[in-house]
């Protein structure tokens, strides 16, 4: 038993009645910071290896699935005690990354409440089932890998703005989340298909990691961005099926690099 899984936080696109300033909007702007396709790319690995896997169904704009509840501000949930721009894009996403308004005004504590519990909470409770499942059959040591896309290029809401970014960004909070050696290996496993890596930059990780990369408790938890070029148009938000399928490839054999290096649990 290899005790290794995926998580895909932000390729859901559903979006609730309950946030109808949502609705209607050009589907570049609603798509601007999904990770489209990002589910698509990583599936035919994660059914030939039957890995387990939890994927978002619900759109990150809602709530999203890398940052906390407490991740709001002012202008984003009425009554918070964050100011303004603390958290702009934070469990609700007051603008894009490229700026664009998204929420006109901020919602109720009591519709935040239920967004988290209906469209958060569901996500984050399989998360939780898969580690104790793994623990509780013996696995001393659990991998997980919180997979991700970027844009090419950092807008200004970005750490690097008008950098352009390598092929997959593998971050482990600065040597917090896991291991050494299981950094090393999913680096290894995605240069070994031609892949550029950077690590740590511009992205450290996410609240997933965070969370979950605890190597003291024996969880090894690291994210990986995928440079959106490489398989859509970023402009129009369309897949490149030949792009796309290519990078599939390399995912999957990225992916099958990282399995079979793992200890048996």
């Given amino acids: 038993m290899k005790a290794f899984f995926i998580t895909i936080p932000h390729s859901g696109e559903r979006i609730p009645a309950e946030t109808p300033w949502l609705h209607g ?3 570049p702007i609603v798509m601007s910071d999904v990770d489209r396709y990002v ?4 599936q035919p690995v994660i059914q030939e290896l039957k890995i387990p896997y939890v994927k978002a169904e619900w759109h990150r704009y809602v709530v ?17 005690k964050n100011p303004s721009g603390k958290f702009t894009r934070g469990i609700h996403w007051v603008k894009t990354m490229n700026e664009a308004r998204l929420m006109p005004e901020p919602i109720t504590p009591e519709l935040h409440d239920q967004l988290v519990a209906k469209y958060f909470e569901p996500f984050h409770v399989d998360v939780r089932a898969i580690y104790q499942k793994y623990f509780k059959q013996g696995a001393k040591k659990v991998y997980h890998l919180d997979a991700h896309s970027m844009p090419s ?20 909070w600065e040597d ?20 550029k890596v950077a690590v740590n930059w511009p992205y450290v990780g996410g609240r997933v990691t965070e969370t979950y ?15 959106r070029a490489l398989y859509m148009d970023e402009v129009s938000k369309k897949i ?14 990225a992916i099958r690099y990282i399995y079979e290096r793992l200890p048996e649990a």
Avoid: F
């Fill in 25 to 27: 909007l050009p589907e």
């Fill in 39 to 42: 589910d698509r790319l990583y």
């Fill in 64 to 80: 999203d699935l890398n940052r906390l509840p407490d991740d709001i501000d002012v202008d984003s949930v009425i009554g918070s």
């Fill in 153 to 172: 290029v950092g807008t200004k809401a970005h750490r690097d703005p008008g950098e352009r970014r390598a092929d997959v960004v593998v971050s482990d």
């Fill in 176 to 195: 917090k989340s896991c291991e050494p050696s299981y950094l090393k290996l999913v680096c290894e496993a995605y240069a070994s298909t031609g892949l």
């Fill in 213 to 227: 990369g605890k190597p003291e408790l024996g969880q090894h938890a690291v994210q990986v961005e995928l440079n």
């Fill in 240 to 253: 490149l099926p030949d792009q796309a399928e290519a990078l599939s490839k390399k995912i999957s054999a």
